[in-house]
């Protein structure tokens, strides 16, 4: 009866080792490439189908709101969290207990002797280690998300930063089409000069030279809001649309003496607002609950190593008995002090990093403050200098073209510094723009329209 006893259990055990089976996922790049060459301009959120980017004009704010939902690097992030989750369900869960099964009295000559034995074993969770593990893993759950958070802000930063330099090519893109147009008049001007006598070949030639580059500086203006585009459809985690993609919104002016925040009170606004402040805390908070789970661990504990424990002889049931065992650890040889040691130096290198963290976000905000400062102040003084020159230059290529007395080589060299004074400016809005949402970044959130000296603020 022992033997066939004996061979249920195994039969058991291994039966239920068994029922866990493991079920392989295949990777297929090839059907992946074909969805993504499917969904076109539609990104792909994680929990399901995302909004498509449309035909209407691309706001900001709805870049933004794209781009978190369809990043598809953010959404491989996000999927990476059920690691954490999976860690603090480990931290959570008791240990299994052991069942033993023994044949005893095999030294009996007859079969009828043998008896068995069996008992179940099993150690309790030790409170302050338990407590611990799940204390830091639930720390570990914390920093993986603030972590997200500031890839989030980035990403939604990021996105802010393309869809504003494409406002600024199609700026540049607009002043190109209407040099090309000057070119084109001055071309034709010179052309009808030439035919009355008052204009040589060489004016000629060096009109049509000058259309050829007010030509290619619009195409190099065009593959740059190409490039752009691109750009910007990667963080929104879709493909570029086949038709005329469209952004909505201009490069706002802000007043000259627009307030600016104390890098004081940013430095406090980060100090609430910055996730990447917030993951440094909570890594802090993980290693010190993993001290606390090291320390509990150097106590004395229990473990019930029979509980219970039935034995008993074949043939004669009278012959049964029944107990109890309770082992505990004795920490004398080991008080668990390298461990302790280890935990002990890893609260304090999170202590450090949380520092680092603090000064790292003062000296950001202080150069994204000089950034704006030393940015507004030049785009006041090229409003000064340069707005009304190019109005005047506007005025006189007017009156010089009604009267078709012009000088070939003084225009075009007014036009290509024209031009590039206009590029300039538009560089210098896109360049505080810029500023602006690299200060924000630092912060952490929209750090309201004071301390952005008038300019419009969303939130993703």
């Known amino acids: 009866m022992a033997t066939q006893t004996l061979k249920k259990i195994l039969v058991l055990a291994f039966s239920a080792g068994g029922l866990a089976c493991f079920h392989p996922e295949p990777l297929d790049t090839g059907a992946m490439m074909s969805d993504l060459r499917r969904s076109q301009s539609a990104p792909v959120a994680a929990g399901g189908a995302a909004p498509q980017v449309g035909n209407e004009p691309l706001a900001e704010s709805r870049g933004v709101a794209l781009a978190l939902a369809g990043n598809r690097d953010l959404r491989a992030l996000r999927l990476a969290r059920g690691v954490a989750v999976g860690e603090s369900v480990t931290a959570a869960e008791l240990a299994n207990p052991t069942l033993r099964f023994e044949v005893t009295h095999l030294q009996e000559a007859s079969f009828g002797q043998l008896g068995w034995d069996t008992r179940l074993a099993w150690e309790p969770p030790q409170p302050g280690v338990r407590a611990g593990r799940r204390g830091a893993a639930q720390?570990?759950?914390?920093?993986?998300?603030?972590?997200?958070?500031?890839?989030?802000?980035?990403?939604?930063?990021?996105?802010?930063?393309?869809?504003?330099?494409?406002?600024?090519?199609?700026?540049?893109?607009?002043?190109?089409?209407?040099?090309?147009?000057?070119?084109?008049?001055?071309?034709?001007?010179?052309?009808?000069?030439?035919?009355?006598?008052?204009a040589t070949r060489f004016e000629i030639d060096l009109a049509k030279l000058s259309l050829v580059s007010a030509a290619r500086t619009l195409d190099e203006r065009r593959l740059s809001r190409t490039m752009a585009v691109h750009d910007l459809f990667r963080l929104l985690g879709a493909t570029p649309p086949v038709t005329s993609f469209q952004v909505a919104g201009t490069l706002t002016e802000e007043a000259p003496d627009a307030p600016v925040l104390t890098a004081e009170a940013l430095e406090d606004q980060a100090?609430?607002?910055?996730?990447?402040?917030?993951?440094?805390?909570?890594?802090?908070?993980?290693?010190?609950?993993?001290?606390?789970?090291?320390?509990?661990?150097?106590?004395?504990?229990?473990?019930?190593?029979?509980?219970?424990?039935?034995?008993?002889?074949?043939?004669?049931?009278?012959?049964?008995?029944?107990?109890?065992?309770?082992?505990?650890?004795?920490?004398?040889?080991?008080?668990?002090?390298?461990?302790?040691?280890?935990?002990?130096?890893?609260?304090?290198?999170?202590?450090?990093?949380?520092?680092?963290?603090?000064?790292?976000?003062?000296?950001?905000?202080?150069?994204?403050?000089?950034?704006?400062?030393?940015?507004?102040?030049?785009?006041?003084?090229?409003?000064?200098?340069?707005?009304?020159?190019?109005?005047?230059?506007?005025?006189?290529?007017?009156?010089?073209?009604?009267?078709?007395?012009?000088?070939?080589?003084?225009?075009?060299?007014?036009?290509?510094?024209?031009?590039?004074?206009?590029?300039?400016?538009?560089?210098?809005?896109?360049?505080?723009?810029?500023?602006?949402?690299?200060?924000?970044?630092?912060?952490?959130?929209?750090?309201?329209?004071?301390?952005?000296?008038?300019?419009?603020?969303?939130?993703?």
């Open 139 to 198: 720390a570990r759950i914390q920093e993986f998300d603030s972590e997200l958070s500031e890839k989030e802000w980035d990403l939604a930063c990021d996105v802010r930063s393309k869809h504003a330099t494409i406002v600024a090519v199609d700026a540049e893109i607009q002043i190109a089409q209407d040099t090309l147009k000057n070119r084109q008049k001055l071309g034709d001007l010179v052309t009808r000069r030439a035919a009355q006598g008052a």
């Open 271 to 460: 100090m609430q607002s910055r996730p990447l402040l917030s993951a440094a805390k909570a890594r802090y908070e993980a290693a010190q609950e993993t001290l606390r789970a090291e320390e509990a661990a150097r106590w004395p504990w229990i473990r019930l190593s029979a509980a219970p424990r039935i034995r008993r002889k074949e043939l004669t049931g009278s012959l049964t008995d029944f107990g109890v065992g309770l082992d505990v650890t004795v920490p004398i040889l080991n008080f668990n002090g390298g461990r302790i040691q280890s935990a002990s130096a890893a609260r304090d290198a999170a202590r450090g990093q949380v520092a680092s963290a603090l000064e790292s976000i003062r000296v950001d905000i202080a150069k994204a403050l000089a950034d704006v400062a030393a940015q507004r102040a030049m785009l006041v003084r090229l409003h000064g200098e340069i707005e009304p020159i190019l109005a005047d230059h506007d005025r006189l290529l007017a009156a010089a073209a009604q009267v078709a007395e012009l000088d070939v080589r003084a225009f075009l060299a007014a036009e290509d510094m024209a031009l590039a004074s206009r590029t300039q400016l538009i560089d210098a809005k896109l360049q505080l723009k810029k500023a602006h949402i690299a200060l924000e970044r630092v912060v952490g959130t929209h750090v309201g329209t004071g301390a952005m000296g008038g300019m419009e603020t969303r939130t993703p």
